[in-house]
């Protein structure tokens, strides 16, 4: 792991992964203070254990600054309650809408890009995208991108404070400064979306005001994080594949959509802390140990995937963990792969001449990976 580490910003974690699979697939890492799991079947079984395995670090008696605590953090029972309160909100949004939303703000956005003769995908066309995308799936007023990316990069290099300890307070305070923005939508909510859903319903939900207000900051940021560096490293997976856009063009959009969550893995790890002694791949791990789950990994493992490092947009069943397993699967994977869908479909069918005029620049992320710059042009 620290082979990673020490590269250059960006670097393809691939190689590094295939070779942990095959010699350490499980490991102690005296770099993360972690164990390391790389094997899809691993990762799958912790995912899915949450009896054995917390996502809330209170249960082995860390302390978590309260900005911390949202529906992704906390665990059953606390947990099933605001998750059935959220999936219900998300059913009551008029899908048909937001979809239409986003179609026509994908359109415009590209018929004004186009008169130009290259742009970056990432912060003229992705950026904003996945920004207007989830304020409208939240029903909130837009937001300054501006103000906001420098906001929402502090919380995701703060997703990597295992290994750059001075991350950490800056996130915090960047979470805390979401959750601010959540107490004002409530205090003045819309009429409609996600927002307007949990205004209407909070009263007798028994959900705690700041974890409801951290659960929709949670929302905000990754829709905007996690499903907006799935366009970004989508596309440039897309565009690094002569034929790839074409295949899209002609096959299952659904499918080819899941393939490239697969390819491209925007969450890379994620993290859990043991409660309770197990054994993993020949390995004891007690109680109170951190476990890392390097899910760019299992979405790459030759025992799970065909040709795992190929895009493969027949590839069904594909039981990648881009959006998570079990009780901590990602609430807005709908959304993510929704949106993908209109961006890629619209693109393969209206732009099919899109090429890269430079090369990608990938951020130096380890958690959640994405592309900082990637200069095209749509002719």
Known sequence: MSELVEASPGRDPHPLYSRLRADHPVHWSELLGSWVLTRHEDCTSVLRDSRSFASDWRRIGEDVPEPMLSIQTIDPPEHTGIRHFLVDAV?????????????????????DLGARDGFDFVADFAEPVALHTVTAFLGVPPIDLDWFRPVSQAIVDGMDAGIWPEKAGPAVRARALLAEMSADWLADPPGGGLVGYVAAHEAG???????????????????????????????????AEPDALPLLARGDLARAVEEIVRFVSPV???????????????HTIKAGDPVTMLLGAANRDPSRFAEPDALDFSRHPNPHLGFGRGAHSCLGQSLATLQARIVFGTIAAEHPGIHATGRAVWRGNLTLRGVARLPVSLS
């Open 205 to 239: 939900s028994g959900i705690s005001r700041p974890v409801l207000l951290n659960t929709l900051r949670a929302v905000l940021h990754a829709g905007y994080e996690s499903a907006g560096r799935l366009l970004t490293g989508g596309m440039a997976a897309l565009l």
């Open 268 to 282: 890379q790890a994620d993290g859990r802390a043991c409660v309770a002694e197990t054994t993993i791949g020949g």
């Open 91 to 111: 059913r009551a949004i008029d899908h048909r809408a937001l979809e239409e939303t986003i179609a026509r703000q994908v359109d415009a956005r590209l018929k």
